[in-house]
């Protein structure tokens, strides 16, 4: 039921006639034509009226129109059925096919052309090279086919004399991956012989008036049809289309498919050595016939590339066998060779059209398709046979014709109108029959077994002794004769339309024909002297030679008598019936308004006559009575659930049927619907689409909300997989930690009874997370064997012990010697080994001084040379207490030159060398600069370390200040009296004690060289 077209059009689906009436049905049939609306729906049957004119309406706007669109959505159209097998052929995987019907001229093949431009057009989008290749090839197979296969008869200047059924294979995207030619039932009789106005073969006017002046002279012919016997009758006749041109396009689409150079060069030396065929004449007296034109048998010889001596024996001899493997060479009659001639001119065409056939399969066939790998390989096959024929001669051609379009009928009848009706009785469903002529009847007069005439011209073919086609006819008439669609003027001796012995009628489906019986045995036996064959299987072309396989049997042996025309042909309809019977079907039906070509002229008579035997009438009946659109409950539901609350994602009702109800109900369209036994059958495609268009809102939704939860479930998993990892990994760190601790215990069990308290004992790498631990742990074991060293130090001890700890930890490292292996004795100038001369008398002064100055503790005391501001650098003794700092003159009894309170002392600074300097620093910036020297005790001492140890333990422990030490790695500087000064310490050779020397900025420490 289109839309968008108004009703002034008239109604795009006869379905919508307020009545089914023939007169309606031609009112608007006619209306429509006359509005240049050629196309018009029973259904999703296309209803087709030959324009007879050029239409605007087959351009990439139409197209795109009508891709991917709803058969209803647009003004009926071709593109339209195309689309929708196109679509059940993608969306359901199914093999479909278009039935295109109708009379000779009524548009069959063009539409096919443009269906096929159509699905060329709208699949491989994304321009895949080798698609677009196969869709080349396949359109440019119809131009070929056209040429060869299509011929100007009196009903159409371009109809096809043979029948194509086109397989276009599509892979799992849709797209075109090859395809397959079936061709039926060439007329082959039209190459010796034409009616009056009509033309042979498109190929021969083509090839004579097209092809280049040199390149017809190489093949000893002339520009001109009208010399050349058989292209003589059309030569005068003009075709829509220009031959001149059309040959040029012709051999352009031959390369295009991929034939080479060679092969197209021997189909014109064929076509060229039909056309001398035709001219050989022969003359004969009473015993012997012979060849008149022997230069034109010359010709033949070399197109065919056969010796000149053997075309003229298979033109004039027959070799028979005679048995016991000897032959004999029978002499033709001139009638014979006659019959000969022309039997071979149409054999060499019919066999030529074969191999182009083949070879366009063999280009176009689909190579390496696995669908394991590359998903259905689907199909959608396009009808184009010959329509229904009625011409004044009927021959055996017009016949199988008929037939072939009687079983089409057959099985339109059986799709539509009769699988329908029993389908609505099997399921139940109310349904007032319809009656419409079944035409198996009149295929049963064709086809049946032993009483069909194709079996009664079998038999008159096979039978021994001269059958002639009169006896034939006598044959028929006998068993025929109580047949209804059956009669012959001797079995109506009244109709003076037939004649005795020759005419016998049929009433086909479409209307009577009256058939000549002359030739019919002929034609069915079909008949080619042995001869050629083996004339041509000798060829020296190898092109030829492929075309004549049994020209390679020997005349004696012995063969199966090859099947006759009739029957072979029979066969192949039998063939076609059954592959296009398990596809689902879409048909166009072409109606051809006048006899004229006439663009604006509607026949009634004509016109109502085709509608009446197309059926199309009971078809809009069963469409209007029936069910668009039937589908098992199951496959409804599955399709359709998520369009109702009810059914998504299951539903919970007693049987599906109720389910899809509920949808029905939903969508409320329960009055445009039926409940079958076990489907549901919808009467119009609008309900289905509304259902469709929801849908496909829906899936989106849909796919959206499957990602989601598939998505949840995927990080779930991971989840899962990563809380498992995080578990194991928190084992296995409990593990590493106590494996630590074990270790560590194991290592460190007995260290108490060691010597070294487990000092030597290793510590276990420890795991990343015990890092912090472990280094506590080792502190703690430090402190605890530090703790155990200690505890055994004498207290008498402790104090120079804290004094070293203290230097240690003042000097930092920095000072390479520092006294620390040797025993600390402090008070070096009390000390009789250090100083036995002095010592006495330094005790005696201390003793008086600690009265004196009460202090309580001597820290440090030694000789030293110090320098002062003046640059005078003398040797002094120093005692420093716990109190006070003193600067004493040794040669004067120690009288102290400078007391100066420790609390004013700030800090020290030492080099990191093993000199002796040091430089107190006072507050008030006036430093004192000395050198320790040493006594009797050791001259090489470091007492360095001593003095800063003492003085830095005394400061933390006593005072609890501290002292800042400074070890300088150069210069050290000082203040005296507020001026500042460096000094710096140099080697000097012959120096004999160490001694200060004022430089420019200060001092320098001048020391010996060992
Ligand atoms: N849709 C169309 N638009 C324009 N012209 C058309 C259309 N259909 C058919 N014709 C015209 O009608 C002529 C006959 O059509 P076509 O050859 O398709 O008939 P046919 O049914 O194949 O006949 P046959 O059985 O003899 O092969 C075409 O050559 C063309 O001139
Ligand atoms: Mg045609």
């Given amino acids: 039921m289109a839309e968008m077209e108004g009703l002034e059009f008239g109604k795009s689906d006869f379905v919508l006639l307020d009545e089914v009436t023939m007169d309606q049905f031609m009112e608007n049939l006619k209306l429509r034509f006359e509005k240049g609306r050629i196309y018009t729906y029973i259904g999703d ?101 056209e040429a060869f296969g299509n011929a100007k008869t009196n009903r159409n200047d371009n109809s096809s004399r043979f029948g194509k059924y086109m397989d276009i294979n599509f892979n799992f995207n849709g797209d075109p991956m090859g395809g397959h030619i079936n061709n039926y039932l060439l007329e082959k009789s039209r190459v ?83 056309l ?60 014979e060779a ?17 191999w182009i056939v083949g070879r366009i399969n063999g280009i176009i066939e689909v190579k390496n398709y696995n669908p394991m790998f590359h998903g259905k390989n689907t199909v959608i096959g396009v009808l184009d046979i010959y329509g229904f024929e009625i011409f004044d001669n009927n021959s055996f051609e017009q016949f199988c014709i008929n037939y072939c379009n009687e079983k089409l009928q057959q ?16 399921e139940g469903i109310q349904w007032q029959h319809i009656d419409y002529f079944n035409n198996q009847i009149i295929v049963d007069l064709v086809e049946q077994q032993h009483k069909g005439i194709i079996s009664i011209l079998d038999e008159a073919c096979l039978s021994v002794g001269k059958v002639t086609d009169t006896l034939c006819l006598d044959s028929m008439d006998i068993k025929l004769a109580q047949h209804p ?50 004339l041509m299987y000798h060829s020296s072309n190898p092109v030829m030679k492929e075309m004549w396989p049994d020209g390679q049997l020997s005349i004696t042996e012995v063969t199966k008598r090859p099947l006759t025309a009739g029957t072979l042909f029979k066969n192949s309809i039998i063939a076609l019936v059954d592959k296009l019977a398990c596809k689902e079907p879409y048909y166009v039906r072409c109606i051809k308004p006048n006899e004229l070509k006439s663009p604006v002229l509607f026949d009634d008579a004509r016109c109502q006559h085709q509608v009446a035997y197309l059926g199309l009438l009971e078809n809009v009946m069963v469409r209007r009575a029936g069910f668009a659109y039937r589908q098992p409950y199951a496959r409804f539901l ?10 998504w994602p299951n539903h919970l009702m007693e049987s599906d049927r109720d389910a899809v109800e509920a949808i029905v109900r939903q969508h409320g369209f329960q009055d445009d619907v ?236 030492v080099t990191s060398q093993v000199d002796q300097m040091v430089a107190l620093h006072i507050s008030l910036q006036d430093d004192i600069l000395l050198c320790l020297q040493c006594g009797e005790l050791c001259p090489k001492q470091d007492r360095v370390g001593e003095l800063v140890g003492t003085l830095a333990d005394h400061f933390a422990r006593v005072r609890r200040t501290p002292l800042t030490v400074k070890v300088c790695p150069s210069a050290v500087r000082l203040h005296m009296r507020g001026k500042p000064k460096t000094v710096t310490v140099e080697t000097k050779e012959g120096q004999a004690n160490a001694d200060f020397k004022k430089s420019k900025d200060g001092f320098v420490l001048l020391v010996p060289a060992n």
Wanted: charged fraction near 25%; proline fraction near 3%; include cysteine.
């Fill in 485 to 534: 669609h059956y009669t012959s003027r001797k079995l109506t001796p009244t109709d003076k339309t037939m004649d005795f012995q020759k005419h016998f009628r049929i009433r086909h489906y479409a209307g009577d024909v009256t058939y000549s019986i002359e030739g019919f045995l002929d034609k069915n036996r079909d008949l080619l002297f042995q001869d050629f064959k083996r």
């Fill in 638 to 647: 599955q399709r359709y659930k998520m369009t109702c609350e009810y059914t």
């Fill in 276 to 335: 001398h065929l035709g001219n050989v004449r022969f003359a004969s007296d009473a015993e012997n016939v012979e060849i008149l034109d022997l230069d034109t048998v010359n010709h033949i010889s070399e197109l065919t590339g056969t010796g000149a001596d053997n075309v003229v024996k298979s033109l004039l001899y027959r070799t028979v066998a005679i048995g016991g493997g000897e032959v004999i060479e029978k002499g033709h009659t001139h009638e």
């Fill in 674 to 909: 039926a409940y079958g036994h076990t489907k549901l059958f919808v009467r119009t495609p609008r309900s289905l689409f509304t259902l469709e268009q929801e849908r496909a809102a829906l899936i989106p939704i849909l796919v959206l909300f499957l990602q989601k939860v598939w998505r949840g479930a995927l990080a779930r998993m991971k989840c899962r997989r990563m809380k498992a990892i995080y578990a194991i990994m928190g084992c296995f760190k409990r593990f590493k930690v106590k494996a630590h601790f074990w270790e560590v215990e194991q290592r460190f069990a007995n260290v108490r009874n060691m010597a070294d308290y487990g000092k030597s004992v290793a510590w276990p790498t420890p795991p990343a997370a015990l890092n912090q631990f472990h280094a506590i742990t080792v502190m703690l074991h430090r402190r605890w064997w530090a703790r155990q060293m200690v505890k055994k130090i004498p207290p008498s001890d402790m104090l120079e012990i804290r004094a070293k700890v203290a230097a240690l930890t003042a000097l930092g490292g920095e000072r390479k010697d520092w006294g620390c292996t040797r025993a600390w004795e402090r008070d070096y100038l009390a000390s009789v080994r250090d100083c036995p001369q002095s010592s006495s008398a330094f005790a005696r002064f201390s003793r008086e001084l600690r009265n004196k100055d009460q202090y309580s503790q001597v820290l440090f005391s030694g000789f030293c040379r110090k320098i002062n501001r003046f640059n005078k650098s003398s040797d002094r003794g120093i005692l420093v207490t716990d109190k006070c700092f003193y600067k004493l003159e040794p040669k004067k009894q120690y009288k102290v030159l400078k007391r100066i309170p420790l609390d004013t002392l700030t800090g020290l600074s």
């Fill in 338 to 354: 006659c019959f000969g001639r022309d039997a071979f001119a149409k054999a060499l065409y019919e066999r030529l059209f074969g």
């Fill in 45 to 145: 049957v296309v209803v087709s009226v030959n324009p007879y004119k050029q239409m605007d309406i087959y351009g990439k706007d139409t197209i795109d129109a009508y891709r991917g669109r709803e058969l209803y959505e647009n003004p009926p159209h071709l593109y339209a059925v195309s689309d929708a097998a196109y679509k059940a052929m993608k969306r359901r995987a199914k093999d479909t096919c278009i039935v295109i019907s109708g009379e000779s001229g009524a548009g069959k093949t063009e539409a096919s052309k443009y269906i096929m431009q159509y699905i060329a057009a709208i699949t491989n989008p994304s321009q895949r090279a080798d698609v677009e290749s196969v869709k080349n090839m396949l359109l440019k197979s119809n131009c070929v086919l």
């Fill in 192 to 274: 010796v012989q034409q009616q009056q106005g009509e033309r042979n073969f498109h190929s021969f006017y083509q090839f004579l008036r097209g092809g280049s002046a040199e390149a017809i002279a190489s093949y000893h012919l002339q520009n001109d049809p009208s010399v050349y016997v058989y292209t003589k009758e059309g030569a005068a006749a003009t075709t829509w289309n220009n031959d001149h041109s059309s040959h040029k396009a012709v051999v352009h689409a031959l390369e295009v498919i991929g034939f080479s150079k060679e092969e197209i060069q021997s189909i014109y030396q064929i076509l060229a050595s039909i």
């Fill in 411 to 426: 099985l339109f009848i059986e799709l539509i109108l009769q699988q329908e009706q029993s389908e609505y009785n099997r």
